[in-house]
């Protein structure tokens, strides 16, 4: 049976299905506004109400996202493993050089295309990261404006309601072409994971997934597996089985197997010599 690595837990899937159903939602309400005419609307223009319904929807998939996004942010700062999914998250030099490397893999520069071991989030997905946070402030603030029109241009000038209706539109375009075009094709289409990646379901990747995507992590892990955990035959010298290595001065306290040794064979030839006084 293949070793799996746990890349997505149970809380983060969640996380995960709520964004997916929450932007579905968005996108197809959005757009619906925009072009009326188009024949993928009709379901919703040919229902009685059923603009005034895709408003509704699309407010309050706008308002479950930003509090999706709300918990997010208790969830990055406040458990320990959302603080290593954002200390792993931050760009590095390294991502500049995969990401140099990768492109000269595709335009076949490197021949053979040379092997890069990616960190636990590679470069793609530092970007599309960035890219939903800067997107989701963008599209609430710009949102929020749209919704409550009557009461923002009570203080500012209608030009300033034109600019974020423009800017809701196309970062709209661009956040849609971003999920179809990048990471459609990193989750479905590309060969390597095709048909589909299942950690967003599973939670789980591959040895062999974890080896063509997030390479330096798997050794990292394997790494760490290996410093905490003594196998068998590496064991048989204290006993077989396994145990679990204690390090430096610990190990020394806890099982001091030398000094033990020494204070018995020392007092054995202590009572060897005794002689009564």
Do not use: C
Not at 214 to 234: D, Q, S, T
């Amino acid at each position: 049976m293949a070793k799996k690595y746990l890349r997505m837990t149970l809380n983060e899937r969640v996380q995960h299905i709520n964004l997916f159903i929450n932007f579905t939602i968005l996108v197809i309400t959005g757009f619906a506004l925009k072009y009326p005419e188009a024949f993928w609307v009709s379901p919703i223009t040919d229902v009685p109400g059923g603009m005034t319904l895709r408003g509704f929807l699309h407010r309050l998939s706008g308002v479950a996202i930003v509090t999706l996004g709300g918990y997010h942010i208790l969830y990055m700062l406040f458990t320990q493993r959302g603080r290593g999914i954002l200390k792993d998250m931050v760009p590095v030099v390294k991502d500049l050089r995969d990401a140099w490397e990768t492109l000269k893999n595709n335009l076949f520069i490197n021949r053979p295309a040379k092997e890069i071991k990616m960190p636990r989030f590679n470069f793609r997905e530092k970007a599309e990261y960035l890219g939903l946070i800067w997107g989701t402030i963008v599209m609430t603030v710009t949102g929020f404006i749209l919704w409550f029109e009557v009461e923002w241009l009570k203080f500012f000038p209608k030009w300033t309601f034109d600019v974020a209706r423009a800017i809701h539109f196309y970062e709209a375009i661009l956040a849609t072409l971003t999920i179809i075009v990048w990471h459609f094709y990193s989750v479905i289409f590309n060969p390597d994971v095709y048909p589909m990646s299942w950690a967003w379901i599973t939670g789980h990747l591959t040895e062999h997934e974890m080896e063509k995507e997030h390479g330096l992590e798997l050794e990292r892990l394997k790494a760490e597996e290996k410093g905490k955990l003594v196998e068998f035959g590496e064991a048989a010298a204290v006993g077989g089985g396994r145990v679990y290595p204690l390090r430096g001065e610990r190990r020394e306290k806890i099982f001091p197997i030398k000094r033990l040794y020494g204070t018995v064979q020392g007092l054995n030839q202590t009572i060897k010599n005794w002689k009564g006084e």
